[in-house]
């Protein structure tokens, strides 16, 4: 046996035939790590197979261990020499294992599913939640309801309070930008409508493309989306973040009935506030029509009134109006609704307000559909 060349004062090297037996004598800390760098010299460890390495004498180390264990494992590893610890105290070998480096990294297991399984287990997945939340939206109405039953015996039940300050917020506030929707709406559709009149000599019908779309649809439906992004959004944030903070549940613990304390007044507000919003909307969708008709059409504003007065029946008013009482309570019920289903933090907050204007808007079509086919088939 004999000492190989270049060992130093931090270790010795005991080389017999193939084997080698490093034994180490200084603190494998930090302070020391520089005294071991000729340990990893090239052909210091040549000609050795199998390296043994005795830890046993070790008192004192740090982070420096990891550094020196995984280095030295790794070079045995690329010379080609088994490597073996000895001596390793339970102390050494939880450190060891609990903040050493992983040999390698983990090959991803590839599933053997198919990727049309998988596809359609997506769908499923999808459609489950669809379920669920369809269940809870059914709840929520049957709730609400019940609640609304609740009113007309305990009116003093509910928040009145907070009545104005939401009907101004989803009405007055939103007012402004609804009449501008709507009369740029008018302006189109009355530009659109006289390239096509203009063809057959029909100027003056006009007033009757303009007034029913306005009053019997456009008006209804866009002051319905307009109000699902502010007003059913809004409130989807304001409930999400109390769902969040608590205070639901410590009106709850409080005794009060939180549909009646926080959803009706907001439901109620939009609720009479859309048949007001849209009865504006209809006249001033029918000024932008007025407007874009005598800036392309050979008519007076006279014969368009005149026209419109022939064409336009209470039944088309009316219509509008039932569309958008409905379309105020579906659109202020998903926004609650959205919001009471928050769980965790901002980002749940977040997801479901924009969940609340994705869905109210898809209330709002699917409602206008079933008016469609409802109007139709009793001849209004």
């Known amino acids: 046996m004999k000492k190989p060349k270049g060992a130093s ?56 261990l990891i550094i020196f264990y995984n280095n030295l494992k790794k070079k045995c590893h690329d010379d080609k020499i088994e490597f073996k610890p000895i001596g390793l105290t339970p102390e050494m070998s939880n450190f060891l294992g609990s903040l050493k480096m992983g040999d390698s990294i983990a090959p991803i297991e590839k599933s053997g599913e198919n990727s049309v399984i998988k596809y359609i287990s997506h769908i499923g997945e999808h459609t489950n939640i669809f379920f669920k939340e369809l269940r809870n939206l059914t709840e929520f109405f049957g709730d609400l309801f019940v609640s609304l039953f609740k009113m007309f015996l305990h009116p003093s039940g509910i928040r009145w309070k907070d009545f104005p300050f939401h009907f101004m917020r989803a009405g007055v506030n939103g007012l402004l930008i609804c009449l501008l929707i709507l009369f740029i709406i008018g302006i189109i559709s009355g530009y659109q409508g006289a390239l096509q009149l203009r063809q057959f000599g029909a100027d003056i019908f006009i007033s009757d493309l303009i007034g029913i779309s306005i009053t019997r649809e456009l008006s209804p439906l866009m002051v319905a989306i307009l109000v699902a992004g502010r007003s059913g959004s809004a409130f989807a944030a304001e409930i999400g973040t109390m769902k969040v903070s608590d205070e ?38 029918i000024a932008g029509g007025l407007l874009a008709s005598l800036n392309t059409l050979d008519i007076t504003t006279a014969a368009y009134m005149n026209e419109l007065q022939r064409a336009l029946g209470y039944d088309d008013i009316f219509t509008g109006i039932l569309k958008s009482i409905v379309f105020g309570f579906l659109v202020a019920s998903v926004g609650c609704f959205q919001g009471m289903q928050v769980r965790g933090g901002a980002e749940s907050v977040g997801k479901y307000t924009t969940a609340s204007v994705v869905s109210g808007i898809m209330m709002i079509i699917l409602s206008d559909a079933v008016f469609t086919f409802l109007f139709n088939a009793i001849g209004i």
């Open 9 to 64: 004062i931090a270790y010795s090297l005991i080389k017999d035939g193939d084997i080698t037996r490093l034994s180490l004598l200084m603190p494998l800390t930090l302070e020391y790590g520089n005294k071991y760098d000729d340990l990893f010299e090239p052909k210091l460890l040549g000609g050795t197979t199998n390296l043994s390495v005795d830890f046993g004498s070790m008192e004192k180390y740090d982070s420096y």
């Open 248 to 285: 639901i549940d410590a009106l709850r613990s409080m005794g009060f009935d939180y549909y009646q304390f926080l959803v009706l007044p907001r439901v109620l507000a939009v609720t009479v506030a859309m048949p007001i919003l849209t009865i504006l909307s209809d006249i001033a969708g």
